[in-house]
């Protein structure tokens, strides 16, 4: 059986670090799949032979690349204090690297200290501040793997030798500014990369601190402050107004507006009663519920979507993998570079130091930091976006396949429409107040779980039933009772026809009519219908808008699917399908090369959606549809389709945008410094505003 594992890993400062990380855990026997997140240091693993020997395995393979891992056993502790652990020793190693390349710098405007005390400062800035650089440079070595920081190393290291080596020989030419500025712009670059990443991240570390510390749980008759990972199926708990549920639960007593809008984004709180699902993390707004405990940990619904969340940011992408081998030749290519321009400048140059300070200008420019950051940093931001959203994207690869559809279709009931029967119309026949027909007729179905049932029950919240005597079943046609001593029957034209009661003629497509009568006597007609979802229309014109074709499918019939399909403007419609045409269909177009988003909610969509291009999943739909879509809704609300194809096309606009920059800041940076007219000192400054462009420009996902 296969096991999921989640290990935080402490030491990556850079993308290449994941890539060379992920790639030594999967040489592993018994790991199947591996993801390394370099944004929120962790690393998801997939096993089916798992045991505590492959643990350690796995924990050596971390440390034999140069960083420190844990397992983790609850995947929904925050990962915060390794951050702020990070963070605190970024931010001194810098303050570090400031403090000591200040007096070697002074010699700009004018002082000037001595050799034995530049040397100094410069040691404490190579070897304390930029002890970092060499231990990643060491481990990659060991690997043959040249990465940014080997670059970062060669470069500074050369500048600090020659200038020991003069204040050695007593000689005056020292450049201990140099690889001393250097090293602090590049700790100065990778300490604000560090906070924009940690920002781009927000959305997972959000959905962590929605799950509260404690719960009340009820313990030998009463109710108690226990440790919400002690929560246990089944247990009852109490929330009180204004506290998170902490985790996924049946209402048992008590009616409250739950606030999900970090879970679904839905603005609007919810009225949720007796036998309502509730969901971890969400708020109570008012009152007390008492709940039953249904999922805890990896089966809660705010465990999913974490899950989902951190492995579709871990995802790599074609363009990614494309950048990773790209990256993978770009070092050796870089210390090519470097040497032939040292070798040219120092046979025409006019002097050797001339012909070094160029090389390490190269050398510094060409740091790939950007490039590495360009896609891993947008998906990141798009996918902590859309999880705020309440849109689930299992991995980047859907996300990208987004903008090759060409057909969005749909499941009809519960996917266009709501999926249950609300009361739209009730006509008067006799001189009684609506309302109290109403009464009736609610009263008689109290109780009921038919669809019909449900729609009254709604309809008459928060009233009081009147009390019904001798009820009876009429299955296929309705029910009968009395109440206040007169008899009722309310149901279908059967029922009334059997009573000899005459009926208007009332049919409407897409519609249901229900009857009230009493004592040969027709008191009123009510219609029922399964109504589009809100916003359906101005979706599906959105997506038009975007070029893409709306196609139903449905198992209804013809009348009903077409009333419902001029209702929201849908395209084209199919009526009267089984599960398996609506297979059949999907494969059809995709013959005709036609790319198929497919959006259900049932059981009986969940073929359709995994042979889809791209499948949709309603929140509010069966498990099945969820586990066979790539990409899942958490609140039942059609515009957000839309938008995920319009992040979907922001979110790759953004990564072709950061990788073209990289390339071209890395090309003419090269060029620039190979002919002399880049410093080293500006080389840095450039190297780390280049990265910090990447990010920022990232982050403008956030905006959605």
Request: glycine share 8%; net charge neutral.
């Amino acid at each position: 059986m296969n096991q999921t594992l989640h290990f935080k890993i402490m030491g990556m400062h850079c993308v290449s670090c994941a890539t060379h990380l992920e790639a030594a855990i999967a040489s592993l026997k018994g790991v199947q799949k591996v993801q390394v997140n370099f944004v929120n240091n962790k690393t998801i693993i997939e096993t089916d032979s798992p045991s505590p020997a492959l643990n350690q395995n796995i924990l050596n393979a971390i440390k034999e690349q140069g960083y420190e891992g844990e397992l983790l056993k609850n995947t929904l502790l925050p990962y915060e204090p390794s951050h702020q652990t990070s963070y605190r020793s970024s931010t001194i190693n810098l303050g570090i690297a400031i403090v000591f390349t200040l007096p070697l710098v002074t010699h700009m405007i004018g002082f000037h200290i001595s050799p034995t005390l530049q040397l100094f400062c410069a040691t404490i800035v190579q070897f304390w501040a930029g002890r970092r650089f060499y231990k990643a440079s060491w481990f990659a070595l060991k690997r043959l793997h040249g990465d940014m920081d080997l670059l970062v190393t060669m470069g500074t290291s050369a500048a600090y030798f020659y200038s020991l080596t003069a204040v050695i020989l007593h000689k005056n030419d020292l450049y201990f500014e140099v690889g001393a500025v250097v090293i602090t712009l590049v700790l100065l670059g990778r300490f604000l990369e560090d906070r924009a990443t940690r920002s781009a991240n927000t959305a997972v570390r959000s959905l962590m601190q929605l799950a509260p510390p404690t719960a009340l749980v009820e313990r030998d008759g009463e109710y108690k402050e226990i440790p919400t990972q002690e929560i246990k199926k089944g247990d009852h708990i109490m929330v009180k107004s204004w506290q998170h549920i902490p985790v996924d639960g049946i209402i048992s007593d008590g009616v409250s507006e739950v606030d999900e809008s970090m879970i679904t984004g839905e603005s609007v709180p919810v009225f949720k009663g007796l036998g309502d699902k509730v969901i971890g993390g969400t708020t109570n707004t008012f009152g007390i519920l008492y709940l039953i405990v249904t999922a805890i940990d990896h089966e809660s619904t705010l465990f999913r979507m974490i899950r989902l969340v951190e492995e579709a940011q871990a995802s790599h992408s074609p363009i990614q993998k494309l950048v990773d081998q790209i990256s993978a030749i770009f070092v050796p290519i870089v210390l090519i570079i470097s040497l032939v321009t040292f070798g040219v400048w120092y046979v025409i140059g006019p002097t050797f130091q001339q012909a070094m300070l160029v090389s390490i200008s190269v050398l510094v420019v060409a740091c790939p930091c950007a490039l590495g950051l360009a896609t891993p940093t947008a998906i990141v931001v798009a996918m902590g976006t859309a999880a705020k959203k309440g849109i689930l994207i299992k991995d980047l690869t859907s996300l990208e396949a987004l903008r090759k559809i060409d057909q969005v279709v749909f499941d009809k009931t519960g996917t266009l429409t709501r999926g249950e029967f609300s009361l739209i119309f009730s006509d008067a026949l006799a001189e009684i107040p609506e309302e109290q027909l109403l009464a009736l007729a609610a009263s008689l179905q109290k109780g009921s779980e038919h669809p019909l049932a449900r729609a009254f029950l709604k309809a008459f919240k928060g009233q009081k039933f009147l009390n019904v005597k001798n009820f009876r079943s009429l299955p296929g046609r309705g029910v009968t009772g009395t109440i206040r001593g007169r008899v009722y029957y309310l149901g279908s034209q059967k029922l009334m026809t059997e009573q000899n009661i005459q009926v208007p003629l009332s049919f409407k497509a897409g519609q249901s009519t229900v009857y009230l009568a009493e004592n040969g006597n027709l008191l009123a007609l009510f219609r029922l219908a399964d109504m589009p979802r809100k916003k359906a229309l101005e979706a599906l014109n959105t997506l038009r808008d975007l070029g893409l074709k709306t196609v139903m499918l449905t198992g209804d019939n013809k009348e009903t699917a077409y009333a419902i399909g001029n209702k929201v403007g849908i395209d084209d419609i199919f009526a009267q399908l089984q599960p398996k045409d609506k297979i059949n269909y999907v494969k059809a177009q995709e013959h005709h090369h036609l790319h198929i988003a497919m959006v259900g909610d049932g059981v009986n969509d969940g073929p359709a959606l995994a042979a889809a291009t791209v499948g949709f999943a309603m929140g509010s739909g069966s498990d099945v549809a969820m586990d066979a879509a790539s990409i899942t809704l958490m609140r039942p609300s059609l515009d957000l389709i839309p938008k995920t194809f319009i992040l979907s096309n922001k979110t790759f606009r953004i990564i072709q945008e950061n990788l073209l920059w990289a390339f071209l800041f890395n090309g003419i940076g090269i060029g620039l410094a190979a002919f002399g007219k880049l410093s080293p000192e500006v080389a840095g400054a450039s190297m780390a505003a280049s990265s910090l462009i990447v990010v920022l420009n990232s982050l403008r996902l956030k905006r959605g």
